[in-house]
């Protein structure tokens, strides 16, 4: 059974720090990228980061670059993301979800399974 468990959201400040954890076991996949979804009230499930578990490449959607960092630890089966300089509009539910081979750079359809999310909510 795979299981995708995140940790470490919460509220925080505009311009403070969260950093997400994503713990991942029984992924039937050799290769496979981690991305990191969120979705806000109203709005469609974005990609914001992706890391390939391999060879490390990582994918950032434009609005978080610089902000935020994805890094794995294959050891521990776990992802982070480390968001800094947090905006209001980064409020959202925050998902981990396993791609198949490598982080493609689409959407949501290409991720097989996910977790279930954790709400992060930045005040201004």
Do not use: H
């Not at 991942?24 to 981690?34: H, K, L, N």
């Not at 980061?49 to 490449?57: H, K």
């Not at 998902?95 to 290409?110: N, Q, T």
Request: charged share 20%; net charge negative; proline share 2%.
């Amino acid at each position: 059974e795979v299981q995708l468990v995140e940790s470490g959201g919460g509220l925080v400040q505009a311009g403070g720090s969260l950093r997400l954890s994503c713990v991942a076991s029984g992924v039937p996949f050799e290769d496979y990228g981690i991305g990191w979804f969120r979705q806000a009230p109203g709005k469609e499930r974005e990609l914001v980061s992706c890391i390939n578990r391999g060879d490390g490449r990582t994918i950032y959607t434009d609005s978080v670059k610089g902000r935020f960092t994805v890094s794995s630890d294959n050891a521990k089966n776990t992802v982070y993301l480390r968001m800094s300089t947090l905006r209001p509009e980064d409020t959202a539910v925050y998902f981990c979800a396993v791609e198949s081979f490598y982080c493609s750079g689409y959407g949501a359809e290409m991720f097989n399974y996910w977790g279930q999310g954790i709400q992060v909510t930045v005040s201004s």
